[in-house]
């Protein structure tokens, strides 16, 4: 079984340090020493957590989607020609690019500072791993 230190874990799931230690304390994760004797918790725990947070997220539109990535956010940038626009999103800690109509810009009234969300559906996800440092 996987495991990551608790900076690790609650990076990966948007999440303080003192969140997981909080999880850990309630007994949800499991934990175990590395050589050094510092605390690592199970990565089957913290997808466990991490899955759950992710059902719990939603836009709060009411709107039923078969897309199932949406990513709430905000708008930093919008680049317009008369034609085309490019608006960018921070949500979270991961910025999204969407290239749309300029007149969807308009219509949905986007401009930096204002909250959206971004729904993404796609033919091809790529799945890398990362190595491991523990």
């Avoid at 905000?74 to 085309?84: C, F, K, R």
Wanted: proline share 3%; glycine share 6%; with cysteine.
């Amino acid at each position: 079984m996987p495991h990551l230190r608790i900076s690790e874990a609650a990076s990966l799931v948007g999440v303080s340090d003192d969140t997981v230690r909080r999880w850990i304390d309630a007994e949800s994760i499991a934990t175990v020493p590395d050589a050094a004797g510092r605390a690592l918790v199970s990565g089957e725990d913290v997808a466990r957590f991490a899955q759950q947070r992710s059902h719990a997220a939603t836009d709060g539109s009411g709107v039923a989607r078969s897309a199932r990535n949406q990513f709430v956010g905000l708008v930093t940038t919008v680049t317009s020609d008369a034609v085309m626009s490019q608006v960018e999103l921070q949500c979270g800690p991961h910025r999204v690019v969407s290239l749309m109509s300029t007149e969807a810009v308009r219509d949905l009234r986007l401009e930096p500072g204002t909250v959206a969300t971004a729904v993404v559906k796609a033919t091809t996800v790529i799945v890398e791993r990362a190595r491991e440092t523990t």
